[in-house]
């Protein structure tokens, strides 16, 4: 368990997905329900997403302004998810899951983004006088990011990555903002489906403990990947990840 989670945290580091996107699946395959899978993986994501931060934080990685922006959307949109999940079946659930995944796929494959050297001015610099409805808008956005991550059990990286890269940060820094959302959003989704009992904890913590290892490696890989190249990878485990939740 441990060594699964030092490989999702590796993974989760260097794309910025949380983890959810490999541990929702295993969850389901050793035996868990989908509201169990989403459940742990949420107790799972908190823990790597912390130490993502930090050593995406260490690498100046994370725009603050609005990876909280997002996050504090998140906090509603996840209570919301959380108790729409009981109510949809497993098979619903997966092709749902598997449909999200390949859109994604073909949005990070066929869109450019800019390179790691890409200086970041919007974020930082609103236009005068729209800074408010800026604001407004990623909240927003964070909202719904909460709901969808909390129903699928991803974190909300699979939707913030490539929103950040939209809004203008370079691969590195969607990557580490991504998971100061991820963490607040994970935060309030966990107490959510633990108040519905959702959380198988021993799993859990042990692929977060493994996955404090992995996120401090990941963060480091990604400063040696250009963006095309992220970009190509991320779809690729999309796609792996959308055809094995269709089977």
């Known amino acids: 368990m441990i060594m699964v989670g030092v490989a999702v945290g590796l993974g989760a580091s260097f794309t910025g997905l949380g983890g959810g996107f490999l541990m929702v699946p295993l969850g389901i395959f050793w035996g868990l329900s989908v509201p169990e899978a989403v459940g742990t993986s949420f107790l799972a994501i908190v823990v790597i997403s912390l130490s993502a931060v930090i050593a995406h934080r260490r690498l100046q990685h994370v725009n603050r302004r ?43 494959a066929f869109t450019q983004g800019k390179t790691p050297a890409s200086p970041v001015t919007a974020p930082n610099s609103p236009t005068p006088g729209r800074g408010l409805w800026q604001a407004l808008a990623m ?79 990941g963060a480091r890989l990604l400063t040696y990947v250009s963006g095309p190249t992220f970009k190509k990878i991320f779809a690729a485990l999309l796609v792996i990840l959308a055809i094995r939740m269709f089977w």
């Open 66 to 108: 609005i990876g909280l922006l997002l996050g504090a959307g998140g906090l509603l949109g996840a209570q919301v998810g959380a108790r729409l999940l009981p109510y949809v079946a497993a098979a619903t659930f997966k092709k749902l899951f598997a449909l999200i995944l390949l859109l994604l796929a073909l949005r990070m």
């Open 139 to 217: 909240l927003l956005l964070g909202v719904l990011v909460g709901v969808a991550a909390s129903f699928s059990g991803l974190g909300g990286g699979f939707l913030m990555v490539p929103l950040a890269i939209f809004l203008g940060l370079s691969v590195q820094e969607a990557v580490g903002t991504s998971f100061l959302a991820i963490l607040i959003i994970s935060l309030s989704a966990l107490v959510a489906h633990g108040k519905l009992a959702h959380v198988n904890y021993p799993i859990g913590l042990a692929w977060g403990v493994g996955g404090i290892l992995g996120a401090q490696i």
